[in-house]
């Protein structure tokens, strides 16, 4: 709280605790003068009266000026006005007597507030020229040249002058934070142009072209420094040679976006030099040995340039995939995959890849290989011996990737059957996944899936029988297996549901399946009737009538109903029957959405509307 009159001065901070006194203090007459100066400059008399952002936790203020005939009272919760944390720390310091590290800070936010007032008539050029002092100025405090390079950036276009003295600023500042206000300033700076026709201004630019230019040749600051110079340098429309030079030069930087920024510039000036490709490819072949994440950028930018760009962008990436460091052969990969067809010779490169222990380059690699097409004589053979891998995660992503190859890939067969066997769950599906995809060629293979079924150790039996069910009445032969996995599975599983999806499958040729799937109607486990329900009626539709009264019964049962609807929908309009039930379901106000929607796909199934 600020009690200010010209015969009393008094400012106080209210006690917020037991553990906090209430502090007091009677500031000097100068020591008001220079809060006055700062009040004034974050032109705190046009604060709003309340700040909030509604969140469930965080901190709330409240702040009350009298000041002669002046008056603000501002609150806020989470919610604070431009320059509240400078008032903050001014009042900090005027309550404990130190506020003249403030009063320069004071003078230039004064200043800016001064030329805001006027830029309809052109600017303040004193206050501009007063913020280039004080950032040339080596002896000024950081927290002056921070007030200076704010008011700077208010400026907006009217402070280009002022860039050469910013980035010479850049090259002495040591602090991060002040690499980052310098950073912030001129790209507020460079943004206030970017509504500018391109070529508005080289003629402002002036003798800050070529200090800009320069900043970008040394590669001064860090890249937020970097990046609105690039900006202004596309906005001048400059197309000599010194800037060819300098753009040229920045796209040695490893940050992927602002290298994007440099090529967009000089793709808008038209500057790649007449031996781009070259000089290109002698720049991929640097970065890519120290694993740069600009090599992403870089390929396309290569391929830009047709074939003069590909073809020998390519030999650089193959090689670079025998480099010890998986950071190197990462870039390779990604390079290889982003040129998709035309580096179709890297699949066996590629596959080797999945055998090496770096996993975070395998998903990589096998992107890659879907991108580049390779012919399946390179790759199939190699993705076999990959299935025999000792990395899981390997062994999980190979089945994919032969289910693209198609027919093409019916030689890899066995070995996917093999797979089915793994120790690892999320293996066997896709290795069943891709057997699926496969099935136009597995019929000669049944015989090997009946093992896998009769496996003693009882793994991989679900995954061989979702693939023998894909099969239907080709895999006939396998319908005794089924049967006994049906018989002997344990309690609790789903490896007796998948058998008897499997016999459903079978059409007539299950019928041999009947009997067992009649007494399967009466198990203890309700996803095991419905499932023989279904099974039944589709290997033989007589039985449609009974199992359907069955579904309709397990509907009275709040914990088995939404398994009853599933096994509805399976049958379609065979169960028919149903109908009347699941209209006088619908009925009942008591059911909820979510079982509502149920009985309505039911009924979509069977083919009949809701009533």
């Known amino acids: 709280i600020i009690e200010k009159s010209e015969s009393h001065g008094m400012l106080r901070r209210p006690k917020e605790s037991d553990r906090n006194q209430e502090l007091r203090r009677e500031p000097t007459t100068e020591e008001w003068g220079s809060f006055r100066k700062i009040l004034d400059a974050l032109r705190v008399w046009e604060w709003e009266p309340e700040y909030v952002i509604p969140m469930c936790d965080g901190g709330a203020w409240s702040l009350t000026i009298q000041w002669d005939g002046a008056r603000v009272r501002s609150t806020g919760e989470n919610g604070y006005p431009p320059g509240f944390e400078t008032l903050q720390s001014a009042i900090d310091a005027l309550l404990r007597g130190n506020l003249g590290g403030l009063e320069g800070r004071a003078a230039v936010l004064l200043r800016a507030a001064e030329f805001a007032g006027d830029t309809e008539e052109g600017g303040d050029d004193r206050c501009l020229a007063a913020c280039i002092r004080t950032i040339e100025d080596p002896l000024s405090p950081a927290e002056v040249q921070d007030s200076a390079l704010e008011a700077l950036g208010r400026m907006g276009m009217s402070a280009l002058r002022s ?132 090599c992403e950028k870089l390929v396309p930018v290569l391929l830009g340039f047709g074939s003069d760009g590909a073809n020998d962008a390519i030999p650089i990436l193959l090689g670079a995939m025998s480099n010890s460091d998986p950071s190197v052969r990462r870039q390779a990969i990604i390079g290889l995959g982003t040129c998709g067809p035309t580096a179709v010779g890297a699949g066996p490169l590629l596959v080797s890849e999945l055998t090496k222990e770096h996993r975070d380059t395998h998903p990589l690699a096998m992107e890659a290989l879907e991108r580049i097409q390779a012919s399946p004589e390179l790759v199939v053979p190699a993705l076999i011996r990959a299935l025999g891998s000792k990395l899981t995660f390997v062994r999980r992503g190979v089945p994919g990737l032969l289910a693209e190859y198609g027919a093409s890939a019916h030689e890899a067969i066995p070995a996917l059957v093999h797979a089915l066997c793994d120790d690892d769950q999320g293996v066997r599906r896709s290795a069943a996944g891709a057997l699926i995809c496969l099935r136009s060629d597995l019929a000669a293979y049944v ?117 009853a609807l599933t096994s509805l929908c399976e049958m379609g309009p065979a169960a028919h029957t149903a109908v009347p039930a699941l209209h006088a379901l619908l009925r009942d106000p008591s059911i909820g959405d979510f079982k509502r929607g149920r009985i309505e796909s039911a009924l979509r199934a069977i083919s009949l509307a809701p009533a």
């Not at 010479?168 to 002040?178: N, S």
């Not at 040695?252 to 808008?268: G, L, Y």
């Open 163 to 294: 860039v050469p003295a910013i980035l010479g600023l850049c090259r002495r500042a040591g602090g991060y934070y002040m690499r980052a206000t310098i950073g912030k300033t001129l790209e507020r700076i460079s943004d206030a142009w970017a509504k500018q026709p391109a070529g508005s201004l080289l003629d402002a630019l002036g003798g800050v072209h070529a200090a800009i230019l320069d900043a970008l040749s040394e590669r001064l600051g860090d890249r937020g420094a970097r990046t609105p110079l690039v900006a202004l340098i596309g906005k001048a429309g400059s197309r000599d040679e010194r800037t060819r030079s300098a753009l040229m030069a920045s796209l040695r930087e490893d940050d992927k976006a602002f290298f994007q920024r440099v090529v967009e510039t000089i793709r808008e000036l038209d500057l790649w030099p007449p031996d781009a490709p070259r000089e290109l490819l002698a720049l991929l072949r640097e970065r890519l040995l120290v694993g740069s994440p600009v």
């Open 447 to 563: 015989d090997s899936l009946i093992a896998v079924l009769s496996n003693p150790r009882g793994v991989g039996l679900g995954e061989a029988a979702d693939v023998v069910g894909a099969l239907g009445p080709d895999a006939s032969r396998a319908i005794p297996a089924l049967c006994g996995v049906v018989q002997t599975a344990r309690k609790g599983g789903e490896l007796r549901v998948k058998s008897i999806k499997a016999l459903g499958q079978m059409g007539t040729e299950g019928r041999v399946a009947v009997p067992l799937l009649r007494l399967m109607l009466d198990h203890q486990e309700c996803w095991v009737r419905c499932f023989a329900a279904v099974a039944l009626v589709r290997i033989e539709p007589a039985e449609a009538p009974e199992c359907v009264d069955r579904l309709v019964r397990e509907l009275d049962n709040s914990d088995n109903d939404h398994k």
